[in-house]
């Protein structure tokens, strides 16, 4: 099985390498291709160097498979001319999320949409993955009108530099411009460009998104997303309103024995999600589960995930491994 990781250099990429090697992904021949100033360069890989390889080198050898990582210009280019010779395209991008021809997945709430003809296949926005784990079984049993949710996102969620502009600033340095105020020691509420409608883009990622995955244009969505000075996860304050009553036992075991939730929620015990443990796992954390009582039918909760990971890279490998699944990736 050839496999190709197109943006294979960056953040994401790197972690999606490291993923399919955790979940020992039945992989022959690994494809790490990327920009043409990395052409060359050297990936590890199951404890091997593989050569950095360029896009038309990549197509040549006629992958079935194809994890994008490279931007939303680059996967508008370039992934119809993998989907062109059959291989199965994953991508990471905003580039096709909100296209109608395209599924929108997060395997745990709706992998049973993907068809065999579905070459090119969207992963969802890190924030809106983390939460809809959470919300599909909520919705499923008592029926969710809106949500409301407040984001605390970390600065891996940018990038490579965002690291490395946090960390000088943290010792005393100016930092690179990645954002537009300082974010050591800072909250910026502020992720993407703004619209038209003062939401920013990130904000219009989250209640677009959400509906499409839950295929559920009824939900009201409203969002504010916020950057913090944090590696290693996002956090986030949800407001869910159903049109059905709850009981709050009820709801912890209902998500305790969903896929891939972990229920933290014992606050006499200082135990809740937090970033810190989220780091380098897999699973979608959630806790401070309580009624909203300021309003009928409505509970607050705090969601927490690895955003490289189950934000991007894991779900990305988890759609792979539904499609080896259904055999159709040869």
Not at 79 to 100: H, K, L, Q
Not at 125 to 152: A, G, W
């Given at each position: ?102 599924k929108l997945i997060v395997p745990e709430v709706n992998a049973h ?218």
């Open positions: 099985m050839k496999v190709a990781v197109v943006g294979a250099t960056g953040l994401v990429g790197s972690t999606m390498l490291r993923i399919l090697e955790e979940r020992q992904f039945p992989i022959t021949e690994l494809i790490p291709v990327a920009s043409a100033r990395s052409v060359g360069t050297k990936v590890t890989y199951m404890n091997k160097e593989y050569t950095v390889v360029s896009v038309d080198d990549a197509l040549a050898m006629k992958p079935v498979l194809a994890l994008f990582s490279a931007g939303g210009s680059t996967s508008l280019e370039l992934a119809p001319r993998f989907a062109e010779i059959g291989c199965y395209v994953i991508d990471n991008s905003s580039a096709w999320r909100m296209d109608p021809s395209k949409e993907l068809t065999k003809d579905d070459l090119i296949i969207a992963n969802p926005n890190c924030s809106t993955i983390q939460m809809v784990v959470v919300l599909k079984p909520l919705h499923d049993k008592y029926k969710i009108k809106r949500v409301v949710v407040s984001t605390y996102q970390s600065v891996t969620g940018t990038g490579i530099k965002a690291i490395h502009e946090l960390l000088d600033e943290r010792g005393g340095g100016k930092g690179h411009g990645v954002y537009p105020h300082q974010i050591d020691m800072n909250v910026i509420p502020h992720i993407d460009t703004f619209q038209d409608n003062g939401y920013t883009k990130e904000e219009m990622k989250m209640v677009l998104e959400t509906c499409k995955i839950m295929s559920d244009d009824s939900i009201k969505v409203t969002a504010t997303t916020v950057r913090v000075p944090v590696m290693g996860g996002h956090s986030e304050s949800v407001n869910i309103e159903f049109e059905n009553d709850f009981d709050e036992g009820a709801v912890k075991e209902l998500l305790s024995n969903s896929a891939g939730i972990v229920v933290q929620d014992n606050p006499k015990e200082n135990v809740y999600p937090m970033p810190i443990y989220a780091s380098g796992k897999d699973e979608v954390f959630v806790g401070r589960i309580r009624r909203d009582y300021s309003q009928a039918n409505t509970m607050n909760c705090w969601i927490v995930s690895d955003n490289l990971r189950k934000g991007a890279a894991t779900n990305a490998v988890q759609i792979a491994r539904y499609l080896l699944g259904q055999g159709w990736l040869g």
